[in-house]
């Protein structure tokens, strides 16, 4: 049995995605980087993703898998809706149905680290069923994880500082092993873009670089 690999993001609509990046870049630039980072993350999963994997985005709202089809993503990916709920109760839903599908795994990735996806997404797939690996962001939650075999890990107080630590505590209650992967920056605000850009890790992500600087380039030009 395959690997399934699922994105989850949001349709990147103005007034939709990235809406605290959006309070100092304005809805316009805050829905192209969003555009930008959905596209680096697909075509960076589809490199690297074995030929047999199966690829998904999980998108909201339910409606937008036609024009999500539309922005170019690799044809290797299948379109569905997410579910309604919390984002636990969403990620709860991904793996059930990903692993009743007979996915021997399931790795489920945000897209708001996509310099990240094609570095680390396979060291994501679990070693051992029962392993649960999660890739930690450097604000305290995690951008992907890796599963084989269901467990209530998610239910937690997603989008704090805490939820990383609150999911590990989880799948120790649980009674799987843990592997953490190492830290990566995450894009949130206009602060990580700046980062991202002076670490160089943008240069992994050539979509979302350009639109970054086609930001600061028209801020210059207002300045």
Same mark, same amino acid.
């Given at each position: ?47 690297? *993703?074995? %030929?047999? $994997?199966?690829? /998904?985005?999980?998108? !909201?709202? @339910?409606? #937008?898998? &036609?024009? =999500? ?31 009743? *599908?007979? %996915?021997? $795994?399931?790795? /489920?990735?945000?897209? !708001?680290? @996509?310099? #990240?996806? &094609?570095? =680390? ?43 990383l630590a609150a999911t590990a505590v989880r799948v ?52």
């Open positions: 049995m395959s690997v399934s690999f699922a994105l989850i993001a949001k349709e990147p609509a103005a007034g939709r995605a990235k809406t605290r990046l959006a309070a100092t870049v304005g809805r316009a630039a805050a829905r192209e980087i969003a555009e930008a980072m959905l596209l680096d993350s697909a075509t960076a999963l589809a490199a690297v *993703a074995p %030929a047999d $994997a199966h690829l /998904v985005l999980y998108h !909201d709202p @339910p409606d #937008a898998a &036609g024009r =999500l089809a539309d922005l170019g993503l690799p044809e290797r990916f299948v379109f569905r809706a997410q579910t309604g709920g919390s984002l636990g109760d969403r990620l709860e839903d991904i793996v059930h149905s990903e692993l009743a *599908a007979g %996915a021997s $795994a399931c790795v /489920v990735a945000a897209t !708001d680290s @996509p310099f #990240a996806v &094609g570095a =680390l997404v396979l060291e994501c797939v679990p070693r051992y069923r029962d392993e649960v690996v999660l890739a930690p962001c450097e604000d305290g939650g995690y951008w992907a994880v890796g599963i084989a075999r269901t467990a209530r890990i998610f239910d937690v107080e997603m989008s704090t500082t805490d939820v120790r209650a649980a009674r799987r092993r843990l592997r953490l992967l190492a830290p990566t920056l995450d894009i949130d605000v206009e602060a990580d873009l700046r980062k991202a850009s002076r670490q160089g890790v943008l240069d992994r992500a050539p979509r979302t670089a350009a639109a970054w600087a086609g930001v600061r380039q028209g801020a210059a030009l207002v300045g």
